[in-house]
């Protein structure tokens, strides 16, 4: 089975503008997980979606959007950029969702803000 | 609220001697307990993980991890490293989000593992 893909793997865009990062997950796994990695923070949960759903949100402002499609594809939205944003954008998808599924990662996209 | 400490933000460790990286949770609920690898450039990766059953687990490239819930503790062992375990190790712990039905998957703030040759 192919891994979790993530693309692009690398974004340089300017404070203001709008980025918009795709995660397709290992196929037959429902359950899309977002993750915001930086050195000084480690891994920050953004949200959880699951059939199209979301089913959980991390505490980040609304800036930080996303959706999952039918096909469990799913696009993370960040608007009006900030220095702050720079950041490796990580992707997990797992089977069920559930508190015993591990999750499977994509390599991440690399977020630069200048 | 949930949290994880990973105590060593960096371990330098000789090739060929033992390592342990640390980590301690907080849950006063069951709890599932993961350690992920990050290689540079990379996603996290599996290295195994407690469920339920027996507290000692391993992974397929030698590291060993104990579950010890008294001490809410999930150490991550390795007798004998290598150049090639030189990595970025997460401690994660997963339980049911408050009315159930999926998982909240909270991770430490990770442990730089440096093999020196």
């Known amino acids: 089975k192919a891994g979790v893909t993530q693309t692009p793997r690398y974004l340089i865009k300017t404070r203001g503008q709008q980025v918009t990062l795709s995660c397709s997950p290992i196929?037959?796994?429902?359950?899309v997980s977002w993750y915001q990695q930086t050195p000084g923070q480690g891994l920050q949960f953004l949200f959880e979606?699951?059939?199209?759903?979301?089913?959980n949100k991390g505490n980040f402002p609304g800036r930080f959007s996303g959706r999952q499609f039918s096909n469990s594809r799913s696009e993370m939205n960040v608007s009006t950029l900030e220095l702050g944003d720079s950041a490796l954008y990580l992707c997990?998808?797992?089977?069920?969702?559930?508190?015993?599924?591990?999750?499977?990662f994509g390599n991440g996209t690399r977020l630069t803000v200048t | 609220a949930q949290s994880v400490t990973q105590l060593d933000s960096q371990v330098p460790v000789f090739e060929e001697a033992p390592v342990e990286l640390r980590c301690n949770y907080s849950?006063?609920?069951?709890?599932?307990l993961f350690w992920y690898v990050q290689y540079p450039n990379q996603g996290l990766q599996l290295l195994l993980k407690?469920?339920?059953?027996?507290?000692l687990v391993e992974s397929i490239n030698g590291f060993e991890a104990e579950f010890n819930k008294s001490q809410t503790s999930f150490h991550l062992r390795k007798p004998s490293v290598h150049i090639s375990d030189t990595a970025e190790y997460f401690c994660?712990?997963?339980?049911?989000?408050?009315?159930?039905?999926?998982?909240?998957?909270?991770f430490g703030i990770g442990t730089k593992l440096q093999v020196i040759p």
């Open positions: 997990a998808s797992s089977q069920t969702g559930q508190f015993n599924s591990p999750l499977h």
């Open positions: 196929s037959g796994h429902r359950s």
């Open positions: 979606y699951f059939s199209e759903t979301q089913r």
């Open positions: 849950s006063s609920v069951s709890v599932y």
């Open positions: 407690y469920l339920s059953g027996s507290t």
């Open positions: 994660a712990v997963s339980d049911q989000a408050p009315g159930g039905g999926y998982q909240k998957v909270t």
